[in-house]
């Protein structure tokens, strides 16, 4: 499973991919855009309780699109490029895209780990 920040920064709806904003996120899960962008900042789910993980899970779409999807979706989006993973962003509001490439910048070095673990190249 992926930590709360990349589930966050491939957050899409549907077959299509539109990309999520945390107002998004928050109407699905009847919480605030505030819990939204704090979940969103995480780096592992050690702290999180199951009803927080379910509804975060719930409200990016990861439990729909089920972890499959989203594993080959990163592996096939990043090519060793975090930029090219976020190309589904560019949708959304200016703010929100501050936030996410922000946070994408912030945790590159970790999403460069995790991609080399999915991949074997460790």
Same mark, same amino acid.
């Given at each position: 499973?992926?930590?709360?920040?990349?589930?966050?920064?491939?957050? &899409?709806?549907?077959? /299509?991919?539109?990309?999520?904003?945390?107002?998004? %996120? @928050?109407?699905? *899960?009847?919480?605030?855009?505030?819990?939204?962008?704090?979940?969103?900042?995480?780096?592992?789910?050690?702290?999180?309780?199951?009803?927080?993980?379910?509804?975060?899970?719930?409200?990016?779409?990861?439990?729909? &699109?089920?972890?499959? /999807?989203?594993?080959?979706?990163?592996?096939?989006? %990043? @090519?060793?490029? *975090?930029?090219?993973?976020?190309?589904?962003?560019?949708?959304?509001?200016?703010?929100?895209?501050?936030?996410?490439?922000?946070?994408?910048?912030?945790?590159?070095?970790?999403?460069?780990?995790?991609?080399?673990?999915?991949?074997?190249?460790?």
């Amino acid at each position: 499973m992926f930590p709360p920040f990349l589930v966050r920064l491939i957050a &899409r709806s549907g077959t /299509r991919g539109h990309p999520l904003s945390c107002k998004d %996120i @928050a109407r699905k *899960t009847g919480r605030s855009p505030k819990w939204v962008t704090q979940m969103s900042s995480l780096t592992e789910w050690d702290n999180v309780t199951i009803r927080d993980a379910k509804a975060f899970l719930d409200g990016t779409g990861a439990l729909e &699109r089920g972890f499959a /999807r989203d594993r080959e979706f990163v592996l096939r989006s %990043i @090519a060793g490029h *975090t930029k090219e993973m976020l190309t589904h962003i560019d949708k959304l509001p200016r703010r929100e895209r501050a936030f996410l490439d922000k946070l994408s910048g912030e945790k590159s070095h970790e999403i460069a780990q995790i991609v080399r673990k999915m991949t074997g190249l460790q």
